[in-house]
């Protein structure tokens, strides 16, 4: 799957193979979840066939209708997680952006089933 970037959008890839799951840009759109629906539509097909899953996050700007959508992917993979799916996140944050390092962490802390890395970015 693979959904290019809009204006209000980020960019995202998934790949069924690999496993891996990448959001980059920045998630403002006004539905977040027409959007994201189908996203999450993809990621149910992959938690049946048990893949492990990558995901890497270089999101610059995300509004809290998006965050919202996001928590509630990260909680159906913290589920599957806790019944033995394998689940990393690495979560990409620029040094200068407090609030999408502090996201990460939050994030990190709600979902313990997770494995995540943190990776600060230079300008």
């Given at each position: 799957?693979?959904?290019?970037?809009?204006?209000?959008?980020?960019?995202?890839?998934?790949?069924?193979?690999?496993?891996?799951?990448?959001?980059?840009?920045?998630?403002?759109?006004?539905?977040?979840?027409?959007?994201?629906?189908?996203?999450?539509?993809?990621?149910?097909?992959?938690?049946?066939?048990?893949?492990?899953?990558?995901?890497?996050?270089?999101?610059?700007?995300?509004n809290?209708?998006?965050?919202?959508m996001?928590?509630?992917?990260m909680?159906?993979?913290?589920?599957?997680?806790?019944?033995?799916?394998?689940?990393?996140?690495?979560?990409q944050?620029?040094?200068?952006?407090?609030?999408?390092r502090?996201?990460?962490?939050?994030?990190?802390?709600?979902?313990?089933?997770?494995?995540?890395?943190?990776?600060?970015?230079?300008?």
């Amino acid at each position: 799957m693979y959904i290019k970037a809009g204006d209000r959008t980020p960019e995202v890839q998934i790949n069924p193979q690999s496993g891996e799951v990448t959001f980059s840009g920045e998630s403002y759109p006004e539905n977040a979840i027409h959007f994201y629906k189908p996203i999450l539509d993809k990621l149910e097909e992959l938690f049946l066939n048990k893949t492990p899953l990558q995901f890497r996050f270089e999101l610059i700007y995300i509004n809290s209708s998006s965050l919202g959508m996001l928590r509630n992917l990260m909680s159906t993979v913290n589920q599957h997680a806790q019944q033995g799916l394998s689940a990393t996140v690495l979560w990409q944050a620029y040094e200068d952006d407090d609030s999408m390092r502090e996201m990460g962490e939050d994030l990190q802390e709600l979902f313990p089933a997770i494995t995540f890395q943190t990776q600060i970015l230079k300008d």
